[in-house]
């Protein structure tokens, strides 16, 4: 597999029952690992509400921004 240069790379290690399982799955799916890997990173972040792309990125800081926040309308009195 090629790396890209946007790619970041680390060690994380399995008990042998989950490697086994996760192993079994890609087989199955006919898939590699990164991809799996990939999948369930992006499904955890989205889990906790946690942006992925650029675009989240922005649209999320801007939602948390009070100026932005659009709540009940106040009547005007005339």
């Given at each position: 597999?090629a790396r890209?240069?946007?790619?970041?790379?680390k060690r994380?290690?399995?008990?042998?029952?989950?490697?086994?399982?996760l192993?079994r799955?890609a087989?199955?799916r006919?898939v590699e690992?990164?991809?799996?890997?990939?999948e369930?990173f992006r499904?955890?972040?989205?889990?906790?509400?946690?942006p992925?792309?650029l675009?989240e990125?922005l649209?999320?800081?801007?939602r948390t921004?009070?100026?932005?926040?659009?709540?009940?309308?106040?009547r005007?009195?005339?």
């Amino acid at each position: 597999m090629a790396r890209s240069a946007g790619q970041i790379r680390k060690r994380i290690a399995f008990d042998h029952s989950t490697w086994h399982a996760l192993d079994r799955l890609a087989k199955d799916r006919m898939v590699e690992l990164q991809d799996l890997a990939d999948e369930a990173f992006r499904d955890l972040l989205k889990k906790h509400l946690r942006p992925v792309t650029l675009k989240e990125m922005l649209r999320e800081s801007a939602r948390t921004d009070p100026a932005n926040d659009h709540g009940p309308q106040r009547r005007r009195q005339h």
